[in-house]
Structure formats: structure tokens, C-alpha cells
């Protein structure tokens, strides 16, 4: 495994980091807990020493208690990076149904879901603490100034921001101190690469945290047919290669990932891992996994980088069939 420097922070993060949306069973199918548990040891045991969560991946923060379990005698060995300002509905009221998503800065209820992602994660320190979300209600501000008291004060090693512009960055650095942000970005979600906000991020010596890295799992080549939109399983709605617009040109692209990986006996979501990786400004790419076996080949994508040949040859599939 290979490991980078996050930012101006003093944390070396692995090249490949595990994300545990789907651990929240509440939008990558349902996913038994101890299943979970046991592929946050097996990321350690491979090198993967980032494991990124959030109080809302699963209606009863799910995805964060897996990980305090997981992570019980073994703390010291993973970079735990976690988030707020994410809030679940619980109960359906005129204007939303169980399970929407609230975006809340507060200072109060930022305060207060520090303490509970402590007490879930069996930690007293988080390495990287993200803002989930801007918050155009209440503003970001408040919660931009929490992050850099709570620095000094031990409770977190950075600061950083998720989903954020170019513009609300500028602010982040200035009010937060931040040390990195946390982008959607793969093959096949390159707009916060061609706004500018990975390239401004380099340029400001941030640390550039990917998520959606194989695009909900389409470009580990793994799916015959989209997945359907139904009950736990939601990927889809998400994450658009798997819509009918874009499913027959978004597998022309996959056999060429295929073909690349079939020559190098590696597999289609180590080629995908690696684009990502390839990517100037790029310093950790987060992959979420329920199989330790999709695990492995993830991991394995550290070993090796694409050529530049391989890289054109990516380019001009892509244009032919996604520009």
C-alpha cells in the first residue's frame, strides 16, 4: 500500500481509502452488520489504513457504530475520517418522509454531533472531521470557526469540507484552517475537476479526498444490468452510469477498462481506482466494499499505475462515448 500526506495536516492516508456509505444498509442494499465489521479489519490487515464514515449513512447511524466496533483494539492502526451537519428525518411530516436528508450547521447541533460520533466511534479523537454539506439556511460560517477551535483543542487532527465550491473553499481555508476537501469524482463524474475545484485545491496544497470513486460500483465492470431503485438498494438514483440514457455507451467504456485490466491479469475496478488516482491534486481515492474479495482487488490498485498509453486510451473512449 502506499500512503500520502493529507494537506498541511501531519496524517499519511492510504492511495486507497474504504467508505462505508453502503455499511448504512440504507442505500446499497441491506448489509449485515458483522459482515461490515469484519471488512474494516480486513482494509487494516491490507493496508488500508482510511476508513471514512458519517452519522448519516443509515437511519440509526449504522455506518458509524460498525466502525467503532470494528475499530475496538485496533485505533491506533486507521485514519478515521467522519463528518456533520447531516441530519436523517425519522418520522413523516407534511413536507418530508422518513429517512430525507436535513443539512444543519448549527453550532449547537454541530457541538453536539461531535460528541455522539466520539461515543459511537470508541474514540476521544477524530483524525479528519469534514462538514458534510454547505448549510444555505444557517449558513457555514459558524461551523467553519468550530472546526479550527476544535483543532486547537485536540478533538480533531483537521478540518476539512465535503461538497463544497470553489468560492465556499476560499472561505473554508480562511474562517477553518481546513486541510482537504472531499469531491465526488470518477470516470464518470468529472464536475468537480472541470469547475475547478480539484485543480484550486492542488493549487492551495489541500488534500483531495474522493468519493463515488467506481461510481456506486458500475465501473468495477461487476454489473450486467442496472441495479433497481428499490427499497435499500438506491444506487441508481445516484449515480447516473447506470441510467437507460447512459447504460449502453457507459459499457463501452468498461470493456475498454476490461480489456486494459485483462492485459495486466488485474480487474476492471483496479483500472477504475487508478484513473483516479492518476489525476493531478488527487490524494486518496475512498471505495466502499461489503466483500473482503472486492476488497483485495481494490487495495491491489496501489500496487501499480496506469501508463500513459493506458491513460490516452481511457481519454478516447471517453470521448467517443461520454463528451
Not at 475499530?71 to 456533520?84: C, E, H, M, P, Q
Not at 479550527?148 to 478540518?159: L, V
Request: charged content about 25%; proline content about 3%.
Amino acid at each position: 500500500m502506499k500512503y500520502r500526506k493529507f494537506g498541511d495536516s501531519d496524517i499519511d492516508v492510504s492511495v486507497v481509502g474504504l467508505g462505508t456509505w453502503p455499511l448504512g444498509s440504507d442505500f446499497f442494499g441491506d448489509v449485515d452488520a458483522k459482515a461490515g465489521e469484519e471488512v474494516i479489519r480486513k482494509a487494516l490487515d491490507l493496508g488500508i489504513n482510511l476508513i471514512d464514515t458519517a452519522p448519516g449513512y443509515g437511519l440509526n447511524y449504522e455506518a458509524e457504530s460498525i466502525v467503532g466496533r470494528a475499530l475496538k483494539g485496533r485505533r491506533d492502526k486507521a485514519v478515521i475520517s467522519t463528518k456533520f451537519g447531516i441530519h436523517r428525518v425519522l418520522g413523516a411530516g407534511e413536507f418530508t418522509i422518513v429517512g430525507d436528508y436535513i443539512r444543519c450547521l448549527s453550532p449547537m447541533a454541530a457541538t453536539a454531533e461531535l460528541e455522539n460520533s466520539l461515543k459511537r466511534l470508541g474514540t476521544d479523537y477524530i483524525d479528519i472531521y469534514f462538514i458534510h454539506w454547505p448549510d444555505n439556511n444557517n449558513g457555514n460560517d459558524g461551523a467553519l470557526e468550530l472546526l479550527a477551535k476544535w483543532k486547537k483543542e485536540g478533538k480533531i487532527r483537521a478540518g476539512a469540507v465535503s461538497n463544497f465550491s470553489v468560492e465556499q473553499v476560499k472561505t473554508a481555508i480562511e474562517k477553518g484552517h481546513i486541510s482537504g476537501i472531499q469531491p465526488h469524482f470518477s470516470l464518470f463524474a468529472r464536475g468537480s475537476f472541470n469547475d475547478g475545484l480539484i485543480p484550486f485545491a492542488a493549487e492551495k496544497g489541500l488534500g483531495v479526498m474522493t468519493y463515488g470513486s467506481l461510481g456506486g460500483g458500475i465501473l468495477s465492470g461487476a454489473y450486467k444490468a442496472p441495479p433497481k431503485i428499490s427499497g435499500n438498494e438506491k444506487r441508481a438514483s445516484f449515480y447516473d452510469g447506470f441510467s437507460d440514457a447512459k447504460w449502453e455507451k457507459s459499457n463501452n467504456v468498461i470493456a475498454t477498462l476490461q480489456e486494459i485490466a485483462d492485459s495486466r491479469k488485474a480487474s476492471a475496478a483496479e483500472v477504475s481506482i487508478n484513473w483516479v488516482l492518476a489525476q493531478k491534486g488527487i490524494t486518496t481515492a475512498l471505495v466502499g466494499t461489503t466483500k473482503p474479495e472486492n476488497l483485495e482487488k481494490n487495495a491491489a490498485a496501489a500496487n501499480w499505475e496506469l501508463s500513459a498509453a493506458e491513460l490516452e486510451k481511457i481519454e478516447s473512449c471517453c470521448r467517443n462515448n461520454l463528451m
